[in-house]
């Protein structure tokens, strides 16, 4: 019998061993020491043992009992435990805790700003031209009516890759591209985004590499009150109503005549302040009629057709628009400063 007890506690011991769930722990239980169990079935054949055994093997069986009772305790401990980590795990959600905001990104306030000039001309009529900012000495120059050697390129110094082949200093090629696509058609009505590039040092108000965004409209009958019209109508769009522009003669060998465009101090609406210099008037852009001879290069008869041209750059704009002193803050990628234009629409 006491044998019997031992294979008992033996088979008992490794059956637990392997068990892997809290049913089959449950199951074993009841398998070995359940009342119609294993162990209760050897216990019943105590009767026919003599006095000085029954002690023998009634401790013996107590030791296997005990033996057993421990393993599935301990087993069911483990199993508890192990059920009570999942459900915390499962559940730990603390409700008191800040939601994670992600940090939001925002529209470049140059990008901001050239997608509203860009927007202002669609509304106007105007579609969009690109060309390379890698250009030859022709598009860049020579089709605007410089000729090589011409003073006026001083206006502009160039970083040239050849002697052929430069960095575009302004997006005006884009304009003999976009006549000579067209092959004489009309209207051209174009504007033409772009980096541009020039040999500046940078200080607060120059950079080697800066946004321009230059409009061009060729057509019979073209004449300077429409580009007036059109330069008032912007910039009313973009600083508002009571803006005011005023033309100045100046010169760009591509325009003829050439003016630069003031708009009404953004700050002090033309009273005279610091960021105007007291003069109630900020420059804005360059403009003017588009030079005959760079109709000719663009495939156009200047007897039959005329057109007018402006440019700006976008770093002025913007710096205009949201009052800020340094070009240099555009590029530098400050997130306090960019972070400003977050919300901004
Ligand atoms: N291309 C000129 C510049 O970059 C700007 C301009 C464009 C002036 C068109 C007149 C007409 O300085």
Not at 185 to 201: A, M, Q, S
């Given at each position: 019998m006491k044998e019997r007890l031992e294979a008992l506690r033996t088979e008992a011991l490794q059956e637990l061993e392997r068990v892997d769930s809290p049913q089959r722990l449950s199951d074993l239980r009841v398998k070995y020491l359940g009342k119609k169990g294993a162990l209760t079935e050897i216990l019943r054949g105590m009767g026919a043992l003599?006095?000085?055994e029954r002690p023998v093997i009634g401790q013996v069986a107590n030791d296997v009992r005990a033996a057993i009772e421990q393993v599935i305790e301990a087993k069911q401990a483990a199993f508890q435990q192990a059920e009570t980590e999942n459900r915390l795990r499962a559940e730990t959600i603390d409700v008191t805790l800040p939601g994670k905001r992600p940090p939001s990104g925002a529209v470049h306030p140059l990008n901001k700003v050239a997608q509203e000039i860009e927007d202002i001309f669609i509304g106007l009529g105007y579609?969009?031209?690109?060309?390379?900012?890698?250009?030859?000495?022709f598009y860049n120059f020579e089709a605007l009516n410089l000729p090589k050697d011409h003073p006026a390129r001083d206006m502009q110094d160039s970083f040239y890759i050849t002697d052929e082949i430069l960095m575009r200093t302004h997006t005006s090629p884009v304009q003999i591209r976009t006549m000579r696509a067209m092959d004489g058609?009309?209207?051209?009505?174009?504007?033409?985004?772009?980096?541009?590039?020039?040999?500046?040092?940078d200080d607060a108000t120059h950079s080697f590499q800066f946004n321009q965004i230059e409009g061009l409209v060729v057509g019979p009958n073209?004449?300077?009150?429409d580009l007036k019209g059109t330069l008032l109508q912007f910039v009313q769009l973009m600083f508002g109503r009571q803006a005011q522009i005023r033309l100045r003669?100046?010169?760009?060998?591509?325009?003829?005549?050439?003016?630069?465009v003031d708009v009404t101090c953004v700050q002090c609406g033309g009273h005279g302040c610091r960021m105007c210099k007291h003069t109630g008037w900020l420059e804005i852009l360059g403009c003017g009629m588009v030079h005959p001879r760079?109709?000719?290069y663009g495939g156009y008869d200047p007897e039959k057709v005329s057109g007018f041209a402006f440019g700006m750059g976008v770093e002025r704009i913007a710096l205009l628009k949201y009052g800020i002193d340094d070009i240099r803050h555009f590029y530098t990628n400050d997130l306090r400063f960019l972070g400003q234009f977050v919300r901004m629409s």
């Open positions: 003599s006095a000085e579609t969009i031209a690109e060309g390379p900012e890698v250009e030859t000495d058609k009309t209207p051209v009505k174009v504007i033409c985004p772009g980096k541009v590039y020039r040999r500046d040092d073209i004449r300077m009150s003669p100046s010169f760009f060998p591509f325009t003829e005549p050439s003016a630069e760079v109709l000719e």
